[in-house]
C-alpha cells in the first residue's frame, strides 16, 4: 500500500523502491526486443514480457520470482521496468507492459482500462492477502491502554507530533504513489492529525524500526503482506470497520480499509498472445508467507531479486511446477 498497499496502496506516478529490493532493468519499450508471445528471436528467447515493477518490495518478490521461471524454464526474455500504479496501467493501451503482478484494488483503473478501453484483464488471484491500516509500535499499546482505539487518538496526538506536523500528531505515510484515504479518514473521522509523507516503503520501515527499539512515538501507514511483522512489534489502529461500500466516494470514507483478494493484471495483447508466459503468470499463486520470505533475503539478506528468486524456487518445487504449462 502500498496495503499494499498496499490498496492497493493512489495518486499515482514513481521513485524507485529504496528498501533493498531488486535490481532492475529500466528500459522499457521501444527496444529490438520481440513482442510478448512472438516466436523465438535470433539470440534463442522464446519472446520478451514486460512485467511492470510497482515501489514496494512484496511486488518486487513476486515479480522476481515469475520472471524467474518465465527465463530459466520457459526460455523468455523479461523485463522489469520501475513504473508506479497508474502509469503501469496506462502502459497496456502503449504496450510498455504486459503484466502487473500484484494489483491491490483500484475498482477505477478497471473500469477504465479493463470494462472501457478493454486494453487489460484480470489474470486471477496471486493468492495473496492484502490489508492496508495504521499501525503503532507495541510499546505504545502497551503503555498507553486505548490509543490502538480511533476514537482515543485525539487524546493522545501530543504524542505524535513532529516538526513537519506542528501542532497535530503526524501520520507517516509512503509513497505518494501508494492508495490512499488517510486525509479523508483524518478529515471525516475528526481527527486532529497530519500526513507527513515520508516519500518511500524505506522511510516506513526505518521509521516504524527505530520507534520500537528507540521507544519513539509512531502513527503509520502500513500494509500486510510485509516482512516487517516478523521482526518488529507492530499494533494495528482500529478505525471504524470496513462495510461493503463504505469507501465508494473518496472525499466521504470514514471506514478502514478492506482484506483484498491481490489479482494480476495483464494486457489484453498478452491474454491473446502471450502463450506459456501467460499460462505461467495466470498460474502463479502463492501464500503471504512465501512473498515474505523472498522480500525479507531481498532486503535484510543482501540478495539481489535474482538471487532471491532462485533460492525460494530451490526450496519449493512442488509448488512453482504446478504453475508450469503442460
Not at 113 to 125: C, L, N, P
Not at 181 to 186: P, S, V
Not at 268 to 289: P, R
Request: aromatic share 10%; with cysteine.
Amino acid at each position: 500500500m502500498k496495503i499494499r498497499l498496499l490498496a492497493g496502496l493512489v495518486a499515482l506516478g514513481l521513485a524507485a523502491v529504496g528498501c533493498g529490493g531488486a535490481t532492475v532493468d529500466t528500459s522499457t519499450s521501444g527496444t529490438s526486443a520481440p513482442a510478448s508471445g512472438s516466436t523465438a528471436s535470433a539470440s534463442g528467447s522464446a519472446g520478451t514480457v514486460k512485467i511492470a515493477i510497482n515501489p514496494w518490495v512484496g511486488y518486487e518478490a513476486s515479480a522476481n520470482v515469475v520472471a524467474y521461471l518465465l527465463e530459466n524454464e520457459l526460455g523468455y526474455t523479461v523485463e522489469l521496468p520501475e513504473i508506479k500504479e497508474q502509469l503501469a496501467w496506462e502502459g497496456f493501451e502503449t504496450g510498455d507492459v504486459d503484466v502487473i503482478i500484484e494489483n491491490w484494488g483500484h475498482p477505477d483503473l478497471k473500469k477504465q482500462f479493463i470494462d472501457e478501453k478493454k486494453v487489460a484483464q484480470v489474470a486471477g488471484s496471486t493468492g495473496n492477502k492484502g490489508v492496508i491500516g495504521w499501525y503503532i509500535p507495541k510499546w505504545m499499546a502497551d503503555e498507553h491502554p486505548g490509543i490502538t482505539d480511533y476514537k482515543n487518538l485525539n487524546k493522545y496526538a501530543e504524542l505524535f507530533k513532529t516538526s513537519e506536523s506542528g501542532d497535530k500528531g503526524q501520520l507517516l505515510f509512503g509513497d505518494p504513489s501508494y492508495v490512499s484515504n488517510e486525509e479523508a479518514l483524518i478529515k471525516n473521522l475528526k481527527l486532529n492529525y497530519k500526513v507527513v509523507v515520508g516519500g518511500s516503503e524505506a522511510a516506513l520501515i526505518k521509521g516504524a524500526q527505530q520507534a520500537q527499539e528507540q521507544k519513539k512515538a509512531l502513527l503509520f501507514y502500513f500494509w500486510d503482506p510485509h516482512w516487517l511483522f516478523s521482526k518488529t512489534d507492530l499494533v494495528r489502529v482500529n478505525l471504524p470497520a470496513y462495510t461493503e461500500g463504505c469507501d465508494a466516494d473518496p472525499k466521504k470514507v470514514a471506514c478502514d480499509y478492506p482484506e483484498m483478494d491481490l489479482d494480476k493484471i495483464v494486457s489484453t495483447k498478452f491474454a491473446q498472445s502471450g502463450g506459456k508466459a501467460y499460462e505461467l503468470v495466470k498460474n502463479f499463486s502463492w501464500t503471504n508467507e512465501d512473498q515474505n520470505a523472498v522480500a525479507d533475503d531481498m532486503t535484510n539478506n543482501g540478495m539481489t531479486g535474482e538471487e532471491a528468486a532462485k533460492k525460494w524456487v530451490e526450496a519449493n518445487t512442488a509448488k512453482w511446477q504446478a504453475w508450469i504449462p503442460k
